[in-house]
């Protein structure tokens, strides 16, 4: 609380409660760590469900937790667990929600209760034209209809350059009406956990 007392002192920016899926891949045999080591999307290894709070410059781990597989709550679950457990006060700064792909099923958008700028993957069906890989300039940051949601989003689309050179076109939704840069901003600024 006496840093968010502080940020306020200046200019008062929004908290953001960044989630993130983060896989630590492994190979070889770790029988140390057991029922922690998963494969999720190709990628063998330590899953870990990370909750980020950023507030101005502040950035405070708030907690993290162990994907175990199948059988286990998926990760969708586990961010809502986090959400849950945020303090009540927190609510009058208006958080923003920034979380990856991860936790963009249906359930999640319905059930977490906040505003949000979901990263989505390319492949996430829309109505009734087809998918956000389809989804025209001119269109970006106009409400559509993401399929199984019974509410508006606003999309946008982003390039990211990876270390290696490489360059991937990413897609963000946003479950409040925003411009296509300020989608994008948001978008981006939810890479400040993989730097943390």
């Known amino acids: 609380m006496a840093c968010f007392a ?35 999307h190709g990628t063998h290894g330590v899953h870990l469900v990370v909750l980020l709070l950023v507030y101005g410059s502040p950035h405070l781990p708030f907690g993290f937790t162990f994907w175990q597989g199948k059988g286990s709550p998926p990760p969708a679950k586990l961010g809502l667990r986090f959400l849950e457990q945020v303090p009540a006060w927190l609510y009058v700064y208006r958080p923003l929600v920034l979380p990856d792909s991860a936790f963009a099923s249906a359930e999640f958008l319905k ?31 106009r409400a559509l209809w993401l399929q199984g949601l019974p509410f508006p989003m606003w999309a946008a689309s982003f390039y990211l350059r990876h270390p290696n050179g490489r360059v991937e076109e990413r897609f963000v939704v946003s479950t409040e009406p925003m411009k296509p840069h300020a ?9 400040k956990i993989e730097a943390f």
Do not use: C, Y
């Not at 989608?183 to 890479?191: A, E, H, I, P």
């Open 6 to 40: 502080a940020a306020r002192r200046g200019r008062k920016p929004r908290p953001l409660l960044i989630l993130d899926l983060s896989s630590l891949e492994k190979a070889g045999n770790f029988p140390e760590l057991g029922r922690w080591l998963q494969v999720f």
């Open 111 to 141: 059930t977490m209760g906040l505003d949000a700028v979901v990263g989505m993957r390319k492949n996430r069906a829309w109505l009734p034209w087809g998918k956000l890989e389809h989804l025209e300039p001119w269109r970006q940051g």
């Open 183 to 191: 989608l994008v901003r948001w978008g981006r600024r939810r890479w």
